[in-house]
């Protein structure tokens, strides 16, 4: 299982970018997606997050600002992200929670690489 974001990148406070996240492999059936970040000397927070069936999940920073979506078709999850703060810098990671077989019963969290996203004041 490979999941790789793109997207990320140096944007000026009240600019937008567009996060995606593909997921490739043994990907029998990806459950839950999910957008977390980590910011230099914290803890890695949940920012977003989407069932198989389009329901969501959004931290209450980012409410109203961001977001997220998925092609279920394509295995690829977005994040929109609006109205950036330079307190959203952190680098951005892509999670699913997925089956990689038919006859795996035990869900696993896969996760990507990150992709920096930068807010300037």
């Known amino acids: 299982v490979r999941l790789v974001e793109s997207g990320g990148g140096l944007v000026q406070a009240g600019g937008s970018l567009r996060l995606s996240c593909a997921a490739s492999?043994?990907?029998?059936?990806?459950?839950?997606m999910g957008w977390y970040r980590q910011a230099p000397g914290k803890q890695r927070e949940l920012v977003a997050r989407?069932?198989?069936?389009?329901?969501?999940n959004y931290a209450d920073s980012v409410k109203g600002r961001f977001t997220i979506s998925r092609d279920n078709a394509k295995n690829t999850m977005y994040l929109q992200m609006n109205s950036l703060k330079p307190e959203d810098t952190a680098v951005y990671y892509c999670?699913?929670?997925?089956?990689?077989?038919?006859?795996?019963?035990?869900?696993?969290?896969?996760w990507g690489q990150g992709t920096q996203v930068t807010v300037s004041a």
């Open positions: 999670g699913a929670d997925l089956r990689s077989a038919w006859n795996d019963y035990a869900p696993q969290r896969y």
């Open positions: 989407i069932t198989s069936g389009g329901g969501t």
């Open positions: 492999g043994s990907t029998f059936s990806i459950l839950v």
